[in-house]
């Protein structure tokens, strides 16, 4: 299946955020929302985002690798265990990213509308089998 045929994947999901920069989470909520998603946070603490992970019901989670000085990988280990897809949003690239979750999808940042879009639909498809 090609990404044109998967748009509607988007609409209606719910998506848990991760990002503590406060105009980067603003910016990601204006496209979420753009796609039809639901927002379901967001989450600027760790603490925070692993109550969340655990117990919010989400489609796909876009985590920020670095949230307030904290790596993020408690709270993607959580999301893991729940077999629910991730995407990785960092200024690092996908290098960055630890084992065992190298991959991941990633969107580097700065990244564009359509980047976010095709590489939550590829996770969501690709959790879907």
Do not use: H, W
Request: include cysteine; charge should be negative.
């Amino acid at each position: 299946m090609s990404v044109d045929s998967n748009e509607d994947r988007l609409t209606g999901a719910r998506v848990l955020v991760v990002e503590d920069e406060a105009a980067i989470s603003m910016l990601l909520e204006d496209m979420l929302l753009d796609f039809g998603c639901e927002i379901v946070g967001p989450a600027a603490r760790l603490a925070t985002a692993l109550e969340m992970a655990r117990g919010e019901d989400f489609t796909v989670a876009i985590l920020d690798v670095n949230v307030a000085g904290e790596p993020i990988y408690p709270v993607a280990e959580a999301i893991a265990e729940r077999n629910l897809p991730i995407v990785f949003s960092t200024g690092y690239g996908g290098a960055g990213i630890r084992e065992p979750f190298r991959d991941r999808p990633v969107v580097q940042k700065p990244f564009s509308q359509a980047d976010l879009k095709r590489t939550l639909i590829s996770a969501i498809v690709a959790a879907q089998g």
